[in-house]
């Protein structure tokens, strides 16, 4: 059996900032007071930023490590393939959903559309959730057992390069704060070195206030080093 500490986990990172980003929203949701009309817009802005982002990390999915697994091993992505369309109708459903919770001026009625998405969005949050570990034993399993690390590598920085710049801080919002000291810095000493100055500071000023004390300390020596 390969071990997994010894093989680069292409989901382990992206997987990490879904779950934070999933976790975030579903506790807002739970708190929300439907009410005021502040909180209710944050709210459902959050969630469909949650949503629009999982419907573009599977369409990633299915465009580079579906077809990965296809080309070497027939079938072998069957199974994440037909959960992934599951998913696209479900956050077709959640987003018609927060779209009638916003249009709805009826307290009562408002309130009961937020209960609904509070349980609807609890039960995509564990299928996900579920999902995401068949993913990261399973898939990664084919994955090692068909391309070597440095190809897998090669196959996430096409994916990379394939996304637009606001998706991708997007993205970053949720992945370095929730990443490990490891995991962070090898992220930003690597873009530091390919992203323009700007860009990278950038990234950094967005990044600085998410992190604890230890971390912002910590990262700072490391990139230092770096």
């Known amino acids: ?129 579920e999902h995401m570990e068949v993913e990261e034993s399973s898939n990664n399993a084919v994955l090692w057992a068909e391309y070597s690390d440095a190809e897998i590598l090669a196959i996430e920085h096409r994916l990379v390069a394939s996304i637009p710049p606001e998706e991708m801080m997007g993205g970053l919002r949720w992945m370095l704060p929730y990443a490990n000291h490891t995991e962070r810095s090898q992220l930003l000493a690597g873009m530091r070195q390919q992203a323009p100055a700007e860009a990278f500071a950038g990234v950094m000023a967005m990044l600085q206030p998410l992190l604890r004390g230890s971390e912002r300390s910590k990262l700072e020596a490391a990139l230092a080093v770096a």
């Open 1 to 129: 059996m390969v071990s997994q500490q010894r093989r680069y986990n292409i989901y382990a990172v992206i997987h990490k900032a879904l779950r934070a980003q999933m976790s975030h929203s579903l506790l807002e949701v739970g708190r929300t007071d439907w009410a005021d009309a502040a909180e209710r817009a944050q709210t459902l802005l959050g969630v469909e930023q949650l949503l629009h982002a999982c419907g573009s990390h599977l369409q990633h999915e299915n465009d580079f490590l579906h077809t990965a697994m296809e080309a070497r091993r027939p079938g072998s992505a069957a199974h994440t393939a037909t959960e992934h369309r599951g998913h696209q109708r479900e956050i077709a459903a959640l987003l018609a959903l927060c779209q009638c919770i916003a249009q709805t001026p009826d307290g009562a009625a408002r309130e009961a559309s937020a209960t609904q998405l509070y349980r609807q969005l609890a039960r995509f949050v564990a299928e996900n959730f």
